[in-house]
């Protein structure tokens, strides 16, 4: 299956949210960086890569 790879020049990463110990980040939120540069960021998720999608960052008037 076709899907987004992390192709930003500025990597993030939300880890493996989840709070029920090894291999989750002991964490269940997660936000974008606040500095990103306007543009369209693709992401998926790692343990289940057909849930996929993108954002845009764009300056507000």
Known sequence: MAYPLADADIPF???QLGA???????RVTWST????P??????????HPAMRG????ADQP
């Open 13 to 15: 990463d939300s880890g």
């Open 20 to 26: 029920v110990g090894p291999p989750t980040a002991g």
């Open 33 to 36: 960086p606040t500095d990103l």
């Open 38 to 47: 306007d543009g369209t960021y693709t992401y998926f998720c790692r343990i």
């Open 54 to 57: 993108a954002f845009r960052v």
